[in-house]
């Protein structure tokens, strides 16, 4: 299984950027997808997943009603839509797959749950 995570870039404050995550290897529809962040000097914060089954999602508070996670079933491709950009969303983000279902309590928070990750894609936002 291999993760390619792609769409980053450099943005201003209130601006959006689309990531896209192509899975590859086999299907994913018995597995939960998520994105992570990581800032520099910081550790990988989780920031969005969704039951690849049935769409349900989880987010992290500082982006719910900004962030949009989303899955392609027939591309294999998860992405994370990313408007009103703050610049302290600037961070390497990651994508992630576990071979579970997703559950609404921390076991899908945790980096450490999932099996499969991407190479990150930086993502920059200048105030």
């Not at 990988?44 to 989303?70: C, P, Q």
């Not at 408007?83 to 302290?88: A, I, T, V």
């Amino acid at each position: 299984v291999q993760l390619q995570a792609s769409g980053g870039g450099l943005v201003q404050a209130g601006d959006s950027l689309r990531l896209s995550c192509a899975g590859s290897g086999r299907a994913f529809s018995r597995d939960s997808m998520a994105w992570f962040r990581q800032a520099p000097g910081k550790e990988r914060e989780f920031v969005a997943a969704i039951d690849w089954s049935t769409g349900n999602t989880i987010y992290l508070d500082s982006v719910k009603g900004r962030f949009t996670i989303s899955r392609d079933n027939a591309k294999n491709t998860a992405y994370l839509q990313m408007n009103s950009l703050k610049p302290e969303d600037t961070a390497v983000y990651y994508c992630a797959a576990r071979t579970a279902a997703l559950y609404f309590g921390g076991t899908s928070r945790v980096a450490q749950n999932y099996d499969y990750w991407g190479q990150g894609t930086l993502v920059t936002v200048s105030s």
